[in-house]
Protein backbone atom coordinates (compact mmCIF):
# COMPACT_ATOMS: atom_id res chain seq x y z
CA UNK A 1 0.00 0.00 0.00
CA UNK A 2 1.25 3.31 -0.57
CA UNK A 3 2.43 5.50 2.28
CA UNK A 4 0.46 8.91 3.68
CA UNK A 5 1.32 11.61 0.76
CA UNK A 6 0.96 15.21 1.52
CA UNK A 7 1.10 18.00 -1.05
CA UNK A 8 3.42 20.49 -1.43
CA UNK A 9 6.31 19.26 0.09
CA UNK A 10 7.85 22.70 0.37
CA UNK A 11 5.75 26.10 0.29
CA UNK A 12 7.19 29.69 0.64
CA UNK A 13 4.57 32.41 1.34
CA UNK A 14 4.26 35.65 2.48
CA UNK A 15 2.78 36.81 5.51
CA UNK A 16 -0.77 37.46 5.18
CA UNK A 17 -1.26 34.97 2.46
CA UNK A 18 -3.28 32.05 3.11
CA UNK A 19 -1.83 28.89 2.02
CA UNK A 20 -3.94 25.07 1.36
CA UNK A 21 -1.93 21.94 2.02
CA UNK A 22 -3.20 18.53 1.41
CA UNK A 23 -2.94 14.93 2.91
CA UNK A 24 -4.16 11.79 1.00
CA UNK A 25 -4.04 8.93 3.89
CA UNK A 26 -3.30 5.05 3.65
CA UNK A 27 -5.85 3.55 1.29
CA UNK A 28 -8.77 2.59 4.06
CA UNK A 29 -7.44 4.71 6.55
CA UNK A 30 -10.20 7.11 8.03
CA UNK A 31 -8.69 8.93 11.04
CA UNK A 32 -6.34 11.98 9.64
CA UNK A 33 -4.68 13.92 11.99
CA UNK A 34 -2.56 17.18 11.82
CA UNK A 35 0.19 18.28 13.65
CA UNK A 36 2.66 21.68 13.67
CA UNK A 37 6.22 21.01 14.69
CA UNK A 38 8.29 23.70 14.93
CA UNK A 39 12.10 23.66 16.74
CA UNK A 40 10.95 25.57 19.52
CA UNK A 41 7.30 24.55 20.56
CA UNK A 42 7.92 20.44 19.65
CA UNK A 43 4.75 18.86 18.08
CA UNK A 44 1.73 20.19 18.29
CA UNK A 45 -1.80 18.43 17.82
CA UNK A 46 -4.23 20.85 15.57
CA UNK A 47 -7.10 18.44 14.49
CA UNK A 48 -8.00 15.22 13.87
CA UNK A 49 -10.93 13.82 11.69
CA UNK A 50 -12.99 10.86 11.02
CA UNK A 51 -15.38 10.13 8.67
CA UNK A 52 -15.21 13.56 7.53
CA UNK A 53 -16.30 14.86 10.72
CA UNK A 54 -13.75 17.09 13.62
CA UNK A 55 -13.44 14.94 16.02
CA UNK A 56 -10.97 17.45 18.41
CA UNK A 57 -8.92 20.68 17.64
CA UNK A 58 -6.03 21.83 19.69
CA UNK A 59 -5.21 25.23 21.04
CA UNK A 60 -4.73 26.70 18.02
CA UNK A 61 -6.47 29.99 16.33
CA UNK A 62 -9.19 30.09 14.21
CA UNK A 63 -7.31 31.44 11.50
CA UNK A 64 -6.17 27.43 11.36
CA UNK A 65 -9.20 25.21 9.91
CA UNK A 66 -9.34 22.17 8.41
CA UNK A 67 -11.27 19.34 6.70
CA UNK A 68 -12.01 15.87 5.09
CA UNK A 69 -13.29 14.60 2.38
CA UNK A 70 -15.46 11.47 1.88
CA UNK A 71 -12.66 9.51 0.45
CA UNK A 72 -10.58 10.27 3.63
CA UNK A 73 -8.01 12.86 1.86
CA UNK A 74 -7.45 15.79 4.04
CA UNK A 75 -7.00 19.40 3.89
CA UNK A 76 -6.09 22.13 5.52
CA UNK A 77 -6.09 25.68 5.91
CA UNK A 78 -4.27 28.53 7.35
CA UNK A 79 -5.17 32.06 6.54
CA UNK A 80 -3.66 35.30 7.09
CA UNK A 81 -0.10 33.67 7.12
CA UNK A 82 2.38 35.01 9.99
CA UNK A 83 6.04 34.68 10.50
CA UNK A 84 5.25 32.30 13.40
CA UNK A 85 3.44 30.29 11.06
CA UNK A 86 6.44 28.44 9.55
CA UNK A 87 6.61 25.23 10.87
CA UNK A 88 6.72 21.70 9.45
CA UNK A 89 3.04 20.12 9.01
CA UNK A 90 2.71 16.84 9.55
CA UNK A 91 -0.67 14.54 9.19
CA UNK A 92 -1.31 11.38 10.02
CA UNK A 93 -3.87 8.24 9.37
CA UNK A 94 -5.06 6.00 10.99
CA UNK A 95 -6.90 3.15 9.93
CA UNK A 96 -9.74 3.71 12.93
CA UNK A 97 -9.06 6.11 15.97
CA UNK A 98 -6.69 5.01 18.68
CA UNK A 99 -4.91 2.78 16.04
CA UNK A 100 -1.37 3.51 15.11
CA UNK A 101 -0.64 6.32 13.53
CA UNK A 102 1.39 6.42 10.01
CA UNK A 103 2.69 9.92 9.21
CA UNK A 104 3.42 11.51 5.72
CA UNK A 105 6.33 13.21 5.01
CA UNK A 106 5.26 16.69 5.88
CA UNK A 107 5.07 20.31 4.24
CA UNK A 108 7.80 22.93 5.17
CA UNK A 109 5.82 25.51 5.22
CA UNK A 110 8.28 29.13 5.29
CA UNK A 111 6.38 32.40 5.95
CA UNK A 112 8.40 35.48 5.00
CA UNK B 1 -4.30 18.71 31.45
CA UNK B 2 -2.18 15.79 30.73
CA UNK B 3 1.11 16.27 30.08
CA UNK B 4 4.43 14.46 28.73
CA UNK B 5 8.08 14.89 29.81
CA UNK B 6 11.04 13.69 27.93
CA UNK B 7 13.91 14.76 30.60
CA UNK B 8 16.46 13.95 27.69
CA UNK B 9 17.05 16.32 25.15
CA UNK B 10 19.83 14.67 23.77
CA UNK B 11 21.36 11.07 24.45
CA UNK B 12 24.26 9.26 22.96
CA UNK B 13 25.45 5.55 23.13
CA UNK B 14 28.06 3.32 21.63
CA UNK B 15 27.17 1.47 18.89
CA UNK B 16 25.99 -2.31 19.84
CA UNK B 17 25.24 -0.77 23.52
CA UNK B 18 22.30 -0.61 25.26
CA UNK B 19 20.28 2.82 26.01
CA UNK B 20 17.27 4.07 27.69
CA UNK B 21 15.30 6.91 26.73
CA UNK B 22 13.24 8.41 29.76
CA UNK B 23 9.20 9.81 29.69
CA UNK B 24 7.05 10.50 32.20
CA UNK B 25 3.45 11.80 31.85
CA UNK B 26 0.60 13.01 33.72
CA UNK B 27 -3.04 11.97 33.72
CA UNK B 28 -5.88 11.25 36.16
CA UNK B 29 -7.37 8.96 33.58
CA UNK B 30 -6.88 5.13 33.89
CA UNK B 31 -7.38 4.23 30.42
CA UNK B 32 -4.91 5.62 28.03
CA UNK B 33 -2.24 4.42 24.93
CA UNK B 34 1.69 5.10 25.15
CA UNK B 35 3.59 5.40 22.08
CA UNK B 36 7.19 5.87 20.74
CA UNK B 37 7.57 7.13 17.55
CA UNK B 38 11.05 7.67 15.85
CA UNK B 39 11.85 10.37 13.39
CA UNK B 40 15.07 10.16 11.69
CA UNK B 41 16.88 12.95 10.49
CA UNK B 42 15.00 14.59 7.22
CA UNK B 43 12.55 10.92 7.20
CA UNK B 44 9.65 10.26 7.79
CA UNK B 45 8.10 9.81 11.51
CA UNK B 46 6.96 5.61 12.56
CA UNK B 47 5.63 4.76 15.30
CA UNK B 48 8.33 2.15 17.11
CA UNK B 49 6.21 0.58 19.95
CA UNK B 50 2.76 0.74 21.79
CA UNK B 51 1.52 0.10 24.86
CA UNK B 52 -1.86 -0.30 26.33
CA UNK B 53 -2.33 1.13 29.94
CA UNK B 54 -4.62 -2.04 30.69
CA UNK B 55 -2.06 -4.53 29.89
CA UNK B 56 0.30 -4.91 33.06
CA UNK B 57 2.80 -6.46 30.21
CA UNK B 58 5.37 -4.54 28.44
CA UNK B 59 5.72 -3.99 24.85
CA UNK B 60 8.62 -5.33 22.57
CA UNK B 61 9.20 -4.71 19.50
CA UNK B 62 12.45 -6.55 18.12
CA UNK B 63 15.31 -4.48 19.53
CA UNK B 64 12.78 -2.04 21.44
CA UNK B 65 10.86 -2.75 24.51
CA UNK B 66 9.55 -0.72 27.06
CA UNK B 67 9.10 -0.46 30.85
CA UNK B 68 6.05 0.47 31.80
CA UNK B 69 5.43 1.60 35.51
CA UNK B 70 1.91 2.97 35.82
CA UNK B 71 1.77 3.97 39.06
CA UNK B 72 4.39 5.88 38.46
CA UNK B 73 3.45 7.07 34.85
CA UNK B 74 6.51 6.03 33.70
CA UNK B 75 7.32 4.94 30.00
CA UNK B 76 10.96 4.51 29.06
CA UNK B 77 12.34 3.24 25.86
CA UNK B 78 14.87 0.81 25.74
CA UNK B 79 17.13 -0.41 22.94
CA UNK B 80 18.94 -2.77 22.81
CA UNK B 81 22.17 -3.76 20.44
CA UNK B 82 22.16 0.08 19.36
CA UNK B 83 22.48 0.57 15.57
CA UNK B 84 23.86 3.65 13.66
CA UNK B 85 20.24 3.67 11.75
CA UNK B 86 18.76 4.13 15.61
CA UNK B 87 19.88 7.87 15.17
CA UNK B 88 17.13 9.78 15.52
CA UNK B 89 14.80 11.61 17.41
CA UNK B 90 12.42 9.83 19.52
CA UNK B 91 9.18 11.24 20.68
CA UNK B 92 6.91 9.70 23.42
CA UNK B 93 3.16 10.19 22.90
CA UNK B 94 0.24 10.31 25.45
CA UNK B 95 -3.49 9.82 23.97
CA UNK B 96 -6.58 8.51 26.21
CA UNK B 97 -9.16 6.11 25.39
CA UNK B 98 -11.87 7.88 26.23
CA UNK B 99 -14.42 9.63 24.16
CA UNK B 100 -13.74 13.36 25.09
CA UNK B 101 -10.83 15.40 23.94
CA UNK B 102 -8.77 12.33 23.47
CA UNK B 103 -6.11 13.91 21.27
CA UNK B 104 -2.23 13.16 21.28
CA UNK B 105 0.29 15.04 23.15
CA UNK B 106 3.75 14.88 22.37
CA UNK B 107 6.76 15.28 24.49
CA UNK B 108 9.67 17.55 23.42
CA UNK B 109 11.98 14.70 21.93
CA UNK B 110 15.27 12.74 22.63
CA UNK B 111 17.87 13.44 20.39
CA UNK B 112 19.62 9.78 20.15
CA UNK B 113 23.10 9.76 18.77
CA UNK B 114 24.46 6.58 17.81
CA UNK B 115 28.55 6.88 17.93
CA UNK B 116 30.52 3.91 15.73
Known amino acids: KAGVTQTPRYLIKTRGQQVTLSCSPI?????VSWYQQTPGQGLQFLFE???????NKGNFPGRFSGRQFSNSRSEMNVSTLELGDSALYLC???????????FGPGTRLTVT | AQTVTQSQPEMSVQEAETVTLSCTYD???????LFWYKQPPSRQMILVIR??????QNATENRFSVNFQKAAKSFSLKISDSQLGDAAMYFC?????????????FGKGTRLHILP
Open chain 1, 27 to 31: SGHRS
Open chain 1, 92 to 102: ASSLELYYEQY
Open chain 1, 49 to 55: YFSETQR
Open chain 2, 51 to 56: QEAYKQ
Open chain 2, 93 to 105: AYRTSMNRDDKII
Open chain 2, 27 to 33: TSESDYY
